[in-house]
């Protein structure tokens, strides 16, 4: 009877073990998933601010400036605009515009 009683507390203590262990486990994954989705929300918050940002930076008025300010860059006018062919010859100048 002693051997039997001692062989089920063996077993209620690895049982209750195993609970802990589990329990435990389950815990810490928890707050793993937690860590994950705040750091989700923070990636999320930073992606808005990103496309934000680009389309601040890519608006017309935004691009123009840049191109005409940094690049020394104009509009082209009729008497530098050249219509050319598939074939790469120039065809004729572009008409005068009224």
């Known amino acids: 009877m002693t051997r039997l009683n001692l062989l089920l507390l063996a077993a209620v ?4 073990l195993g609970v802990i262990t ?8 928890f707050a793993d998933i937690d860590a994950e989705r705040e750091a989700a929300k923070r990636l999320d918050e930073e992606w808005t601010q990103l496309q934000l940002e680009q389309a ?5 008025k935004r ?3 840049v ?3 940094q690049l020394g860059m104009r509009l082209a006018g ?3 605009t050249v219509i050319i ?3 790469g010859v ?3 100048r572009a008409p005068e515009r009224p």
């Open 67 to 69: 191109a005409s300010r």
């Open 22 to 29: 589990s329990q435990d486990r389950a815990r810490r994954l």
């Open 13 to 16: 203590v690895a049982c209750a």
């Open 78 to 80: 009729p008497d530098t």
């Open 90 to 92: 120039p065809v004729a």
């Open 85 to 87: 062919d598939p074939a």
């Open 56 to 60: 601040t930076w890519a608006t017309h």
């Open 63 to 65: 691009v123009e400036d």
